[in-house]
């Protein structure tokens, strides 16, 4: 018997002409193992065990990968993972956010996000990166009001260095403004936190894009005996007319095998 997949469930991330799977794997496990809010700990899977992984998730309908240069090796490590299947998968990545020595620190300035595009361009051996969010700290209405980073992202955008551009807020203030101006908005919503919801409300009735991030929340979701919190998350994100995709950082074959099984059956219902 063959496994479900997402491949009949691919839908337009917002206004973007993008289409995208239901499910993103995000690859910060890919790059960085310090600093990160899981409840587990992990090692970082070398090459060949990355290449199954992405050959599984190709196999399993997902065309959606997240990566940000705050992601420790995700980038570079991507380029040559994905050679010869660029033209498969659409890529999200991020600017604003550094990671190094085990601390994050950030620059909105126009000419830092330039830059790190350019070298986010060269770390995924591309010519085009097919979303790129500014990863804010929270403060995310006065980033968005500098306009530095915006202007800059929507020159790139211009130039065909991008295809569109957006914001991965803390905020329901952050996330409508960066809607009202950009592409997509990245949000916080799962079964414990629903506080930016009118952000989705918002991109539904505009036709924005809506990527949910922390969408089993990181791994600490707890319910009812009995009830699998993977279906219940994902039936109650998917219920928002405004989710595009969600982005699920798992590692391990057999949770990305279930998530697309769930997110499949949901999808399927009549």
């Not at 097919?130 to 209405?141: A, F, K, Q, R």
């Not at 500098?146 to 790139?156: F, P, R, S």
């Amino acid at each position: 018997m063959s496994l479900p997949t997402l491949h009949d469930h691919h839908r337009p991330l917002g206004s973007t002409g993008l289409r995208v799977s239901p499910l993103g794997l995000g690859t910060v496990k890919l790059g960085r193992d310090q600093g990160v809010k899981y409840p587990n700990g992990f090692t970082i899977p070398d090459d060949d065990t990355a290449r199954l992984l992405l050959a599984q998730a190709r196999e399993l309908g997902i065309n959606l990968l997240d990566t940000a240069p705050a992601y420790g090796r995700s980038e570079e490590r991507l380029g040559p993972l994905l050679r010869d299947q660029r033209d498969e998968w659409v890529i999200v990545s991020k600017v604003g956010e550094e990671f190094d020595n085990g601390q994050s620190h950030f620059d909105f300035s126009a000419a830092h996000t330039r830059r790190s595009v350019e070298r986010s361009l060269q770390r995924l051996e591309t010519d085009r990166i097919e979303l790129v969010l500014v990863h804010s700290d929270g403060n995310d209405l006065a980033i968005l009001e500098q306009e530095d980073v915006y202007e800059t992202l929507a020159a790139l955008k211009q130039e065909g260095k991008i295809l569109g551009y957006g914001f991965s807020g803390k905020t329901v203030a952050g996330g409508l403004k960066a809607l009202e101006q950009g592409d997509c908005a990245m949000v916080t919503y799962n079964l414990n936190e629903q506080a930016e919801r009118p952000v989705l409300d918002y991109a539904a009735e505009h036709g924005k894009a809506i990527l949910v991030k922390k969408a089993l929340a990181s791994g600490h979701i707890c319910l009812a005996p009995g009830v699998d919190p993977v279906q219940a998350s994902f039936e109650m994100l998917f219920a928002h007319p405004g989710v595009n995709s969600a982005i699920v950082g798992t590692i391990n074959p057999v949770h990305l095998a279930h998530n697309v099984a769930t997110v499949a059956r949901i999808l399927g219902r009549p």
